[in-house]
């Protein structure tokens, strides 16, 4: 298998400072895989591959290598990762699997920490009215962690679905004043806790004779901050860009880790509901998305659009639109993003 890419990026900059254009160009392979069956039930196989499981709609918690499912943003392709994998299939409704991520890849490290190397055991069961996967891994230097999914057919029109993981202790960064400069330290303070932490998700999806597909999805992330805790971190975050922009250099590596607290979510109670409808007039695809915080009220609203022109030609557009003060989880970066363009089949 194997998944070539080039790419071509033009911009033009305009600020009160400069206008000019730049442009840049790669070429390289995202994913790759070599596989070999030794057996007709054992198979092995070493690539650059975009591992993604599970049923819910907004993330992938019980996925220790791509949180990220892709599902947000379908015009942007994730990044490979390197993968040394064993699979073993007993009999038609189970699955052992062996994972080990050996090398970053193309994949990124959204908090900016070298990579660690990350071994999982994946066991999958599949039945008659559901399936549902266990899957323990450990990161290096890291946590052990435990997480699965499953799924279940209630009807012919409703599903329902959970998905999450946990550990004991979390590598979770938190903010604490300090007598000393910048004033604030953020460290994984909970690492060495007995506690269990971790993300929990709970779905169900319901399906119209007509065709469209609503989820609604509740999540519990019992390691985001505290309401004491989102003030300290947002009073940090306006403290240390303060100092930056005053020309104040030596926060920056300690504003760059306030910019992802290795948490999936910043605070603990979300609500989450999309609605999907496919080939409408076998020209359209429409999808619908939003997530809100029940702890701060903010919330993000995101809007798919995919129209076949004909065979070969797809018009697509996203939109993004965020609400929420300046100290909450969707309201502290973006307020809105766009992003229309043309898919060519060759």
Same mark, same amino acid.
């Given at each position: 298998m194997?998944?070539?890419?080039?790419?071509y990026?033009?911009?033009?900059?305009?600020?009160?400072?400069?206008?000019?254009?730049?442009?840049?160009?790669?070429?390289?392979?995202?994913?790759?895989?070599i596989?070999?069956g030794l057996?007709?039930?054992v198979?092995?196989?070493?690539?650059?591959?975009?591992?993604?499981?599970?049923?819910?709609?907004?993330?992938?918690?019980?996925?220790?290598?791509?949180?990220?499912?892709?599902?947000?943003?379908?015009?942007?392709?994730?990044?490979?990762?390197?993968?040394?994998?064993?699979?073993?299939?007993?009999?038609?409704?189970?699955?052992?699997?062996?994972?080990?991520n050996?090398?970053?890849?193309r994949?990124v490290?959204?908090?900016?920490?070298?990579?660690?190397?990350?071994?999982?055991?994946?066991?999958?069961?599949?039945?008659?009215?559901?399936?549902?996967?266990l899957?323990?891994?450990?990161q290096?230097?890291?946590?052990?962690q435990?997480?699965?999914y499953?799924?279940?057919?209630?009807?012919?029109?409703?599903?329902l679905?959970?998905?999450?993981?946990y550990?004991?202790?979390?590598?979770a960064?938190y903010?604490?004043?300090?007598?000393?400069?910048?004033?604030?330290?953020?460290? $994984?303070?909970?690492?060495?806790?007995?506690? *269990?932490?971790?993300?929990? %998700?709970? =779905?169900?999806?319901? @399906? /119209?004779?007509?065709?469209?597909?609503?989820?609604?999805?509740?999540i519990?992330?019992?390691?985001?901050?505290?309401?004491?805790?989102?003030?300290?971190?947002f009073d940090?975050?306006?403290q240390?860009?303060?100092?930056?922009?005053?020309?104040?250099?030596?926060?920056?590596?300690?504003?760059?880790?306030?910019?992802?607290p290795?948490?999936?979510?910043?605070?603990?109670?979300?609500?989450?509901?999309?609605?999907?409808?496919?080939?409408?007039?076998n020209?359209?695809?429409?999808?619908?998305?939003?997530?809100?915080?029940l702890?701060?009220?903010?919330?993000?609203?995101?809007?798919?659009?995919?129209?076949?022109a004909?065979?070969?030609?797809?018009?697509?557009?996203?939109?993004?639109?965020?609400?929420?003060? $300046?100290?909450?989880?969707?309201?502290?970066? *973006?307020?809105?993003?766009? %992003?229309? =363009?043309?898919?060519? @089949? /060759?």
């Open positions: 194997l998944k070539p890419r080039f790419q990026i033009w911009e033009h900059v305009d600020t009160t400072s400069e206008d000019d254009d730049q442009n840049d160009s790669s070429a390289f392979i995202n994913e790759w895989r596989r070999a057996t007709n039930r198979f092995v196989s070493y690539g650059r591959e975009v591992l993604l499981w599970g049923p819910s709609m907004l993330f992938s918690p019980s996925n220790p290598f791509f949180v990220d499912n892709g599902r947000s943003d379908p015009f942007r392709e994730l990044g490979g990762r390197d993968y040394l994998q064993a699979i073993y299939l007993p009999n038609q409704n189970l699955t052992f699997s062996l994972i080990s050996v090398a970053q890849g994949g490290n959204f908090d900016l920490s070298e990579f660690e190397r990350t071994d999982a055991i994946k066991m999958d069961y599949i039945g008659q009215n559901g399936y549902g996967s899957i323990l891994s450990h290096q230097d890291g946590l052990n435990i997480g699965g499953f799924q279940l057919t209630l009807s012919d029109a409703l599903l679905y959970g998905e999450g993981s550990s004991q202790g979390t590598q960064l903010p604490y004043q300090s007598v000393s400069p910048p004033g604030w330290d953020f460290v $994984a303070s909970k690492r060495d806790d007995h506690g *269990i932490f971790g993300t929990s %998700l709970l =779905g169900l999806a319901y @399906t /119209f004779a007509a065709g469209p597909t609503v989820n609604v999805e509740y519990y992330n019992n390691a985001g901050y505290s309401d004491q805790e989102a003030r300290d971190y940090m975050v306006e240390l860009g303060s100092d930056f922009a005053g020309g104040d250099l030596s926060v920056a590596s300690l504003l760059a880790q306030a910019a992802d290795r948490l999936p979510l910043l605070r603990r109670h979300y609500m989450f509901v999309q609605f999907l409808n496919t080939n409408i007039r020209k359209l695809d429409v999808t619908l998305r939003y997530t809100r915080s702890d701060d009220d903010s919330g993000n609203f995101i809007a798919i659009f995919d129209l076949a004909n065979d070969n030609t797809h018009l697509f557009a996203l939109g993004l639109v965020n609400h929420g003060d $300046a100290q909450s989880e969707f309201g502290r970066y *973006i307020d809105n993003q766009w %992003l229309v =363009g043309v898919n060519l @089949t /060759f």
